[in-house]
């Protein structure tokens, strides 16, 4: 395998579990766009929006995203659920030689399942406190998003599947 495969989606998506589980089976490297941050910036993405805010995080986003996509090595990486939607990012994305974006598609009530109870290391979602309102910002902000995921070259709708289905659905995709 000789590409970058970048994985986008929506939090609670499944891009680090699928991305890891792939990278397993490529035999290459796997980063996680969000500890890679971490790893930088020497600080937690929760303590990044705290102490330096959101604009902050933003712009260190688009910096180590145009830094991964200048190296040469082929890698998975699994994406924020914001990293597409700021900037020119998606366009970067797209445009990365030997590149491929997929989209790992998931409904509003498996995303709200997944993310309830693991909302407190999201800042976006930390503050929801029942599941009508996680419902209600998760439709929201997806309606806002889904045009820049949608652009992504291959969509793999993700509802009911293992991690082991959507990992084969992506080999088949890759060429
Ligand atoms: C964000 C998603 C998070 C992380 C940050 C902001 C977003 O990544 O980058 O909390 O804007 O959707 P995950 O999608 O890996 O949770």
Redesign the pocket.
């Known amino acids: 395998m000789e590409k970058k495969i970048f994985l986008i ?5 499944g ?2 579990s699928v991305g890891s589980k792939l990278a397993e089976i490529l035999k290459c490297e796997f980063l ?3 500890a890679f ?1 971490e790893g930088k910036e020497a600080m937690s ?2 303590e990044l ?1 705290k102490l330096k805010g959101e604009i902050y ?1 933003r712009r260190a ?1 688009t910096t180590y995203l145009q830094e991964i996509i200048d190296q040469k090595e082929a890698k998975i990486i ?6 597409p ?1 700021y900037g020119n990012n998606m366009q970067r994305i797209l445009t990365a030689p030997n590149a491929k974006s997929v989209y790992l598609k998931a409904s509003i009530p498996t995303l709200t399942k997944r993310l309830f109870d693991e909302r407190e290391n ?3 979602i930390a503050h929801l406190d029942t599941e009508e309102l996680l419902v209600e910002f998760i439709g929201k ?1 997806l309606f806002e ?1 889904s045009p820049f995921y949608s652009q992504s070259e291959v969509t793999i709708s993700t509802d009911g599947k293992t991690k082991e289905e959507i990992v084969e659905e992506i080999l088949k995709v890759l060429d």
């Open positions: 989606g929506y939090m609670g998506s891009k680090s996680d766009l969000d941050i993405v929760r929006f995080f986003e699994s994406l924020g659920g914001g990293t939607c999201r800042p976006l902000h998003r």
